[in-house]
């Protein structure tokens, strides 16, 4: 799984690129945490463009980093997720909590 | 015509989600299957092992044996560990229900396989083990036609 980051004031991008399965959110999950323990991001949008496969284990892994980013007040949204990666979002109903674009 | 099958050992190491996963995938492509299909197939497949990773040895590692097997049209994978077993199916099988909220666990396994393959059967049992069934018809494609006159005129190339 490859991540990458870009700030933009109080927006964090994160774009992840390959597989997003219980072993990957395993190895990003801290990098991700890291990152954000900065409180002035009270918005984070996770871009699926690279993402070519995600699972429960994924979808558990978005609420987590929504719990995080909530106490804050923050959001979180997620863009350019294909149909099939739309298919567990939709099944999941983690869009009646996070934007989905 | 013979029934086609693969068998997979692996240790519950959560390295080994996206091997058995593609696979299992890899395998099932003698059918024919459409890119949905297929995407459905590896995700339940997904589900199951990672629920053998996560919960079927606690902190060892154990083994996880995957079969997969084409009857036909229709692809039955059985994914089997050896460990602790799960009390209640019942409970694991209700949507979001999980024994582990502290490790992120959405709760949602049992749910997308059940959504995701045409059928699933769960046995388990306490400290001897749990075994899970995924099974999904494959549609039926037309088969391309190919031009005999250009199979003949490549075969006696070939000589």
Same mark, same amino acid.
């Given at each position: 799984m490859n991540i990458q980051f870009i700030e933009t004031g109080q927006v964090l991008k994160i774009k992840l690129k390959g597989d997003l399965d219980h072993h990957s959110a395993d190895e990003v999950r801290g990098l991700i945490d890291e990152k954000i323990k900065?409180? /002035?991001?009270n918005k984070l949008v996770i871009d699926? /463009?690279?993402?070519?496969f995600i699972d429960s284990s994924g979808i558990g892994f978005v609420i987590g980093r929504y719990k995080v980013i909530r106490k804050r007040n923050g959001v979180i949204e997620i863009v350019n997720a294909s149909n099939k990666v739309r298919k567990i979002l939709d099944m999941s109903g983690i869009g009646k909590i996070i934007n989905i674009k | 015509m013979h029934n086609n099958y693969v068998y997979i050992k692996i240790p519950s &190491?959560? +390295?080994n989600e996206s091997f058995t996963r593609a696979a299992v995938a890899a395998f099932c492509s003698s059918l024919n299957p459409t890119m949905n299909e297929i995407s459905d197939i590896k995700t339940a497949v997904s589900e199951a092992v990672t629920n053998a990773v996560v919960h079927a040895y606690e902190d060892e590692i154990g083994e996880i044996e995957i079969k997969c097997m084409i009857k036909g049209q229709v692809v039955e994978i059985i994914v089997e560990d050896f460990g602790? #077993?799960? +009390?209640?199916v019942e409970r694991a099988r209700?949507? &979001?229900?999980?024994?582990?909220?502290?490790?992120?666990?959405? #709760?949602?396994g049992f749910s997308v396989m059940e959504s995701f393959m045409d059928e699933l059967v769960i046995l388990s049992e306490k400290d001897v083990g749990t075994k899970v069934i995924l099974r999904k018809k494959i549609s039926e494609k037309k088969q391309k036609i190919i031009n005999e006159e250009i199979l003949d005129e490549k075969q006696e190339d070939d000589e």
């Open positions: 900065n409180e /002035k991001f699926f /463009k690279g993402l070519d | &190491l959560s +390295v602790c #077993g799960i +009390v209640d209700e949507p &979001l229900f999980t024994t582990r909220p502290e490790q992120e666990r959405s #709760g949602m």
